[in-house]
Structures are given as structure tokens and as C-alpha cells.
């Protein structure tokens, strides 16, 4: 899938919005990839850029809670490393997270915050962006 596949796929799939402005400020993406570096997929990086402008379901971290979290997790759950990026909060303290070490070929980890197993849950993000009960869900 390219960037423009993947707008294209959003677009046909989610509605506009009028608040997500709001919770992804413009320098969001700016923000991402100076905490946590730029080598990140691709895909996740053009992701993050349409979370300001459609409705896209579930809960996307937007950077500064992805950099608090990051940081809190780290500090405090035994399952958490420096090497987790957390894009996606579950709800129930689990995160999805990227590998920082996997850089741009990073697999989608299920990390949870009362079992010390990883589960790797998409081996690429872009098979993330195509599931129908994470992202593609309505």
C-alpha cells in the first residue's frame, strides 16, 4: 500500500471531522518523530497525518499523550521498554505499539500491562492499516 492508496482507502471509509484538529495539533506528526526518532514506517507516518482531518475510530494517540505515556509506562510497568512505542491506547491499560528498534520494517506489538508476553499482532503496519477489527473497524 502507498500513502496515497492509504488516503485513498480513508477517505472511502471514514467521514470527515470536525473536532480531530483539535486533539491532533499540526505539529503532531513533528512531535512523534522528534521524540522518538523518524525511522518509523511509512504508512504510520502517513496515518498520523490524516488523523487531523478524519474520523477515524479508536484511540490514536496524539503526541503528547504517546510521549507521556511512553514515558510513564517505562518508568512504572515491568512489561514496557524503551524499545515500545505506544500508538494506540486499548483502554484498559494494553497499548499497540510500534518497535523503535525495528525502525521503518516495525511490526504492530500487542503490549499489555499485566503480561510480560509481547504478541506481535500485525508483522507489518501496513497489514494493521487493512483489519477490519483494528483499524478499518466502524
Request: net charge negative; proline share 7%.
Amino acid at each position: 500500500m502507498t500513502a496515497d492508496e492509504l488516503a485513498t482507502l480513508v477517505k472511502s471509509t471514514f467521514a470527515l471531522s470536525d473536532y480531530a484538529a483539535e486533539r491532533y495539533p499540526a505539529d503532531d506528526l513533528e512531535r512523534v518523530t522528534a521524540f522518538f526518532g523518524d525511522s518509523l514506517p511509512p504508512l504510520f507516518l502517513a496515518m498520523r497525518g490524516l488523523l487531523r482531518t478524519y474520523a477515524i475510530p479508536g484511540d490514536h494517540l496524539p503526541a503528547d499523550e504517546m510521549i507521556h505515556d511512553h514515558q510513564w509506562e517505562v518508568e512504572n510497568n515491568p512489561n514496557f521498554t524503551t524499545d515500545h512505542i505506544p500508538f494506540y491506547a486499548i483502554g484498559n491499560g494494553d497499548y499497540l505499539c510500534l518497535s523503535r528498534s525495528a525502525g521503518t520494517k516495525s511490526p504492530v506489538l500487542y503490549v499489555a500491562h499485566d503480561d510480560p508476553n509481547v504478541d506481535t499482532l500485525h508483522v507489518k503496519f501496513d497489514d494493521y492499516l487493512t483489519d477490519t477489527d483494528w483499524f478499518l473497524h466502524t
